[in-house]
């Protein structure tokens, strides 16, 4: 407990970041206070401001200005005629995705993966919003990039067929030896995987 409630309160409010704990909480606190106090109320206005703004975009489900209004990525016509969708599990794996460049196609967020266990299902991962698009005919090809994990694979069969009923091509993620990597320090799945998925040259 401080000499203040307010500073009490500015310390527990900010350890609802990840990684950020009481210690980290109160340095970055005194550190506001005794620094930067202009700078923090900025900070504060731009979260509140985004925090009230900023929706899911409605054709991908990635972050969006708010409204109704597509994203900057379903907005850009040379995406959507490619006739590529790429489904991620997270906006921060569309940001992956735009920074290495390779990929000229629009996304699906699904902000998780199927877990029954822990009550996520098809509708809290927007999936008839997918299925409209698929249903559209727009999508030629459904790129799967999930998780290789069992919640992963169960979502990556689920949505596979979902796309082969509307006859789209479906593919996901080649996995096996990262670029300047050693076959010793490889996990056996990432092992077998990259072997059974190997290609010709």
Same mark, same amino acid.
Do not use: W
């Given at each position: ?37 202009a ?6 206005s ?5 925090l =009230? ?31 590529l ?6 906006p921060?794996d *569309? =940001? ?15 902000h ?6 822990d009550?996520?299902?098809?509708? =809290? ?15 030629? =090809? ?12 169960a ?14 091509? *479906? ?7 990262p ?14 995987s ?8």
């Open positions: 407990m401080s000499s203040s409630k307010k500073l009490d309160d500015l310390i527990a409010a900010l350890q609802v970041m990840p990684g950020i704990g009481p210690v980290s909480a109160t340095r970055i606190a005194y550190y506001l206070l005794d620094h930067r106090r700078d923090g109320l900025r900070l504060s731009v979260l509140k401001d985004s =009230e703004a900023i929706a899911l975009c409605p054709d991908c489900r990635n972050y969006s200005d708010g409204g109704a209004e597509r994203c900057a990525l379903c907005s850009d016509s040379h995406r959507r005629e490619s006739g969708l790429c489904v991620v599990e997270s921060m *569309v =940001e992956a995705f735009e920074h290495a460049g390779s990929f000229s196609g629009t996304y699906f967020v699904l998780g993966h199927l877990s029954p266990i009550g996520i299902g098809p509708e =809290e991962l927007g999936l008839g919003v997918l299925k409209q698009r698929l249903e559209s005919g727009t999508v030629s =090809e459904l790129i799967l990039a999930v998780s290789q994990s069992v919640d992963g694979d979502t990556a069969e689920y949505l596979a067929a979902m796309a082969r009923r509307q006859g789209v091509k *479906v593919s996901r993620l080649a996995t096996g030896v670029i300047g990597g050693d076959i010793q320090s490889l996990d056996s799945g990432t092992l077998a990259s072997l059974q998925f190997r290609r010709q040259l």
